[in-house]
């Protein structure tokens, strides 16, 4: 307390012991001093026990086994992997796998949330009651029994590869996953791709300067056929130049399986279709509460500046529904990564399946395995809602 | 009209209008608008049809094995169900001592219900009753007491819903005081005690809980000493506890945050010590303020119980999954489908009961201070 009533100085007035007793910043580090030491006792007592536990059982410790042979396979592999590669091999194939189910969760859950989220909204009662029925119906499922009743009840009980589904585009179901045609890019692909990036370009290009001729003189050009002819002829044309370098490998059916093209495993699918429909229920419910916050005035005022419904939606309420549905959304993006573990129950060989399980079964060295499979997760935690803030504090930023 | 000069109580009434009204203005206000409707209605109707066909005029509802479902467009193979609902209920607690289980689930409902229902006075005895009493007779009760002549039953034998219920209650008693101190622990003014609670909590939340259990399961065994065993479900029960700890802990923080300065300076003012400022002024507010997250973590909790599967303890799913892929004797092609259904079912009706009390209790105990 500054001021003219200032205490006299501590230092002068002999205190007894009760005062210590009774003084906050004592018992403070009384009582910190205490946890502190509590603290040492525990953690000390868990490595002794851990170390002596470890020795009886004959565990090696310490991280040299990541340069072991691994010695499994394992069924889906972004990158190159045989059984002779090393355990750190076989842990960066399960990371890179849960990102992928991660990543295109996260596209799929956003696009069907937002879907199911304004269909909860509309004003249409048959349409609002079946997006209601859903939210209420899948958020109180364990997304354990969705994987299974995906898996085992319906991606288990397709026909067998034998008397395969026949798809539209040369593509085949079957209970061993979804077939389709693999592209074989030739010579000249990359004037297909010169034409792409250019494509693109012009297309921000044109973006930026319709955007510049709206704010000097409040005319918006319409882009959208320049920009289409752009991101689409530019590349057709190189296409055709570069003499159509791109054939299909079809699946072929051979004895007792399909031989050829793209695989997409069932495991696959049942994790994506999953963890997509539960934590789309979610977002479907943030998306609602956001767009619900955005005042009626905003749109009465949209309204009032002769703006038509689907511009209402996209240029007034979104943004600012979007500063409320950020931060729950990003929860929601965590929450379907971290739930990408439960692949270890249906067998996707994710990190948790393919380390946590195989990795820590065959070298029995649970706390360096648990330690590793939990930073990984701790980090993209980290990652994930670093960039959602920063995403935030932009969104945020348009406010006046 | 006649006019009415009885005041009415309630909610004001909405504006009534006729059906054909309703239907022309909620469901074909414009082109659009009906298109949707029609689209709607045949998605309903296609729905419907589907689940009635599958599951009543196509399901087979007699037999004592699968044979009957093995025909061809069998709908659900509802037997399976009958046949395995004791598996499903209780595990393979022995059936001679079955009666414990249910004695527990009365005793339960009977504090439980009382609790759960305003306007019922004792609530102090009967959250004792709850709190402390409950849980010891129910141990005793579902363990087995040697000395009282109930022979033991050992943990390995239990399943099902017993399994699903108990790491559920269990999850919830412990999880609740445990995420209260912790959100007071992150709030403490002490450097050391906050950035403990802080580390804890936000190291639990980045992790999935199938690596807590994994860690419950495979990790704590090695840091006990070398005499002291644990069961399968106590470990278990150990990582579903603290995982949901740290999520309730948020969730009360939150509630501690919105308390305004002024209730902490006036207990402060009035003289009162931490635990009854705490106690007293501070938890009563802030708890009840922030119920709907309370229960969306206990739903949570709920749904997360199925989970223990992973680390092999056999709850509502795992015995269902057992019973779908293990027991060839009852193989048919619905069979998945039929014991998904239900278990889909048993869990949908404890979270949205859960979920439809809270909002219950939401408007029951809004005291109007909102807003």
């Known amino acids: 307390m500054k001021g003219p009533s200032k205490p006299p100085s501590p230092a002068k007035v002999s205190r007894s012991l009760s005062d210590y007793v009774y003084d906050p910043k004592t018992r403070g580090l009384v009582l910190q001093a205490l946890v502190a030491l509590l603290l040492v006792w525990f953690v000390g007592s868990i490595i002794e026990n851990t170390i002596r536990n470890l020795e009886a059982q004959g565990i090696a410790s310490g991280f040299d086994f990541l340069d072991n042979t691994a010695g499994f396979d394992i069924s889906q592999t972004l990158i190159a992997y045989t059984n002779t590669m090393t355990y750190a091999r076989a842990f960066l194939v399960g990371l890179l796998n849960t990102l992928l189910v991660a990543v295109v969760g996260i596209f799929l859950a956003t696009i069907v949330g937002f879907g199911i989220g304004i269909a909860r909204l509309s004003g249409n009662w048959l349409v609002a009651t079946l997006a209601s029925v859903y939210i209420e119906t899948l958020r109180n499922i364990p997304p354990l029994l969705m994987l299974f009743a995906v898996y085992f009840g319906v991606l288990k009980t397709l026909p067998s590869p034998r008397d395969s589904l026949e798809l539209p585009l040369s593509s085949y179901l079957n209970t061993r996953g979804l077939y389709f045609p693999a592209p074989i890019w030739g010579d000249g692909t990359w004037l297909f791709l010169l034409g792409l990036v250019a494509g693109l370009g012009g297309v921000v290009l044109l973006y930026f300067r319709a955007r510049r001729k709206f704010i000097l003189t409040g005319q918006a050009p319409s882009v959208a056929v320049p920009a289409a002819g752009l991101i689409i002829g530019l590349p057709l044309v190189a296409f055709v130049a570069a003499g159509s370098p791109l054939a299909f490998e079809y699946p072929v059916a051979g004895r007792f399986n399909l031989k050829g093209g793209l695989v997409v495993q069932p495991e696959f699918i049942a994790l994506l279709a999953g963890l997509t429909l539960y934590t789309a229920a979610f977002i479907a419910e943030i998306v609602r509460s956001g767009i619900l916050a955005v005042h009626k005035g905003q749109r009465e005022a949209a309204a009032a500046l002769g703006l038509h419904q689907g511009q209402i939606m996209r240029l007034v309420v979104i943004p600012q529904a979007l500063r409320v549905i950020i931060p729950p959304l990003t929860n929601q993006y965590l929450n379907l990564t971290k739930n990408s573990s439960l692949a270890v129950a249906i067998g996707y060989p994710d990190l948790v399946s393919v380390f946590a399980g195989t990795v820590l079964n065959q070298t029995n060295q649970a706390v360096e395995v648990i330690l590793i499979t939990m930073s990984v997760y701790l980090l993209l935690s980290l990652l994930t809602s670093l960039f959602m803030n920063w995403f935030n504090a932009r969104v945020a930023l348009v406010e006046r | ?371």
């Open chain 2, 1 to 371: 009209m006649a006019v009415n000069s009885e005041p009415r109580k309630g909610p004001p009434q909405r504006n009534s209008i006729g059906i054909a009204q309703w239907v022309q203005e909620n469901l074909f206000g414009s082109v659009g608008n009906s298109i949707l409707t029609l689209f709607g209605l045949s998605f309903s109707v296609w729905l419907v049809w589907s689940v009635v066909d599958w599951a009543i005029l196509r399901a087979v509802f007699t037999g004592s094995d699968g044979s009957a479902c093995r025909i061809e467009g069998a709908g659900a193979c509802w037997p399976f169900v009958v046949h395995k609902f004791q598996l499903f209920m209780y595990g393979r607690y022995p059936v001679e001592e079955i009666w414990r289980v249910n004695l527990t689930y009365v005793l339960a409902l009977a504090g439980l219900i009382p609790l759960m229902l305003p306007g019922i006075p004792g609530k102090l005895w009967l959250s004792i009753y709850m709190l402390v009493v409950f849980p010891v007779i129910a141990f005793f009760l579902l363990t087995g007491a040697e000395w009282f002549g109930l022979p033991n039953v050992e943990t390995e034998k239990w399943g099902g819903l017993l399994v699903t219920l108990v790491v559920a209650c269990v999850g919830i008693a412990a999880s609740f005081p445990l995420g209260i101190i912790l959100a007071l622990a992150r709030r403490s003014e002490l450097p050391l005690i906050k950035w403990l609670a802080i580390f804890f909590i936000e190291f639990v939340r980045g992790v999935p809980l199938v690596t807590v259990l994994f860690f419950a399961s495979v990790m704590l065994p090695l840091f006990l000493p070398e005499n002291v065993t644990f069961d399968k479900l106590l470990r278990a029960l150990i990582g579903v506890a603290l995982f949901s700890a740290a999520y309730l802990a948020e969730v009360v923080r939150g509630g501690l945050q919105a308390i305004p300065r002024g209730q902490f300076e006036a207990a402060d003012a009035l003289g009162l010590g931490y635990p009854q400022k705490m106690g007293f002024i501070v938890l009563p507010q802030a708890l009840k303020l922030v119920i709907p997250g309370i229960v969306n973590s206990f739903i949570a909790l709920f749904k997360d119980t199925s989970l223990v599967l992973i680390i092999g303890v056999f709850d509502l799913l795992g015995i269902v999954q057992q019973g779908i892929s293990s027991d060839a004797k009852w193989f048919s092609p619905q069979t998945a489908a039929t014991g998904y259904v239900f278990a889909a079912f048993v869990f949908w009706l404890f979270c949205f009961g859960m979920s439809r009390y809270s909002a219950w209790l939401e408007t029951r105990l809004d005291t109007g201070h909102k807003n």
